[in-house]
């Protein structure tokens, strides 16, 4: 174990400056903005809410379309009253089916029924034109090079162990 | 009046790529994850959750630490009636003061109560800490340079009017 109290690098030892705070907030703010603009021209084109959509994106990545509600909520990081209220409404208005499972504690199975399989499939075509309308058509192939950088760096500063399977693995 | 059913440019044209589309998601996922990271962390260093210290950052950036509750909705993008909610649980924890204004429709004036500012100073530098522990520590000074120039081109693009009045603004 490395003594973190002693052995500190640059980078941890200098503060963070303000431009660098300033670029954090701007792209807390422009994802924002970006997410607000796209759930409600999903909502125009679909009848889907952006948490409808999640819900039913994860579902239908989700081997066999069905998700322990537990499983849900960490794919889509909800906390699981939020979840449990939201897929009650899902549930109601038929986008998917909750069977309750009393041998353990993951919570229902929730899965996608025909209907939510559906409206999932026709709203996806009209999302994927608004997000390139609103987020691709702006950038050059250099600025989606440099964002990938930047995503796959912030990625594996967040889950190192990850990054270093992954390296090992391409070095093998 | 362009017509856009006939002249439409290369961008407007192609398709959005799966490369491009995965990179949006990981856009959206990426940052996710950070505020939720950051989110728990400012809990335990400063019993706020990151609506409260939302609400908090847009009050005291405002004139003399005061908005309508209609101007705070805009400016953190919530809809006004979980605005509301929000706002009276702050109230009833003494962060901020609601003050009814009979005159127009829009809304009470908030504002920062002592205790509030007091909260938000003391959760100010430990945010920035985490922010520079998960966010600015991974990147260096070019992906911070290249993140920058992506943000204001996307910018930009959302609000092409303020671009044009700036662009203008430096070239007179």
Redesign the interface.
Known sequence: MRDDGRVTSA??RR??SA???A??R???D????????LGAQLLRDSGLSPADYHVLLALSEANGGRLRSSELAAEI?WERSRLSHHLGRMERRGLIRRDDCSTDNRGAEVSLTEDGTRMFRGATAPH??A?????????TPE??E?????????????HPEQAAITREDLHV
């Open positions: 980078a941890t503060r963070m431009g660098e705070l670029i954090w701007a792209l807390v422009t994802t924002a903005e970006l997410r607000r603009i990081d994927a034109r997000v390139k309308r609103h987020f691709a058509d702006a950038l600025q989606f440099a964002l990938d950088d930047i995503l796959r760096t912030l990625q594996n500063h967040l």
